[in-house]
């Protein structure tokens, strides 16, 4: 089973974006990125919404699998 930490990440990292440009262009805090991809924070649907719109993948491929 797959997070939706270890799936932003792997998105974010196909895309060639760090953290901060990522942040800028979700206009979300870096450290919050940070929160999200280490698993101390789940972000709300809003927000996974703006994520795979910025990553241009579908919200599902963020969420995790079961």
Do not use: C, W
């Amino acid at each position: 089973m797959t997070s939706f930490a270890q799936n932003l990440k792997f998105h974010r990292e196909q895309h060639n974006l760090t953290q901060e440009e990522l942040a800028l262009k979700a206009r979300l805090g870096t450290k919050t990125i940070e929160k999200y991809e280490s698993g101390e924070q789940i972000p709300n649907t809003q927000t996974i919404l703006k994520l795979s719109t910025v990553l241009d993948v579908p919200a599902s491929e963020l969420t995790p699998s079961k």
